[in-house]
């Protein structure tokens, strides 16, 4: 059974950090392309930022220079560092596993950035 566990999501002050963690099993962690998501209440489910296999990373726009993706293969955990946070980072955040039609999805967590 494939299980991705995100955690680390939480209130945080304007400028504040938060390190998201998403921890699967199931699968062949070091296979797949691991992503984060997010949606804010109204509005579409976004990419944030993918790390592939190689350790390749991409990043959305509006959090490049802020966000920082990174995986650990050993402890089969991705992570996400989220620093300079607005409140326009609001959302839930999911992580995302994927390798060709494999694709599977976290529970999602909530990171709310409010004063």
């Known amino acids: 059974q494939v299980q991705l566990v995100e955690s680390g999501g939480g209130l945080v002050q304007p400028g504040g950090s938060l390190r998201l963690s998403c921890a699967a099993s199931?699968?062949?962690?070091?296979?797949?392309?691991m992503r984060w998501y997010r949606q804010a209440p109204g509005k579409q489910r976004e990419l944030v930022a993918n790390?592939?296999?190689?350790?390749?990373?991409n990043y959305a726009d509006s959090v490049k220079g802020r966000f920082t993706i990174s995986r650990d293969n050993a402890e089969n955990t991705a992570y996400l560092r989220m620093n300079s946070l607005k409140p326009e980072d609001t959302a839930v955040y999911y992580c995302?596993?994927?390798?060709?039609?494999?694709?599977?999805w976290g529970q999602g967590t909530q990171v709310t950035v409010s004063s």
């Open positions: 995302n596993a994927l390798l060709i039609t494999s694709n599977y």
């Open positions: 199931g699968i062949t962690f070091e296979m797949y392309t």
């Open positions: 790390i592939t296999k190689g350790g390749s990373t």
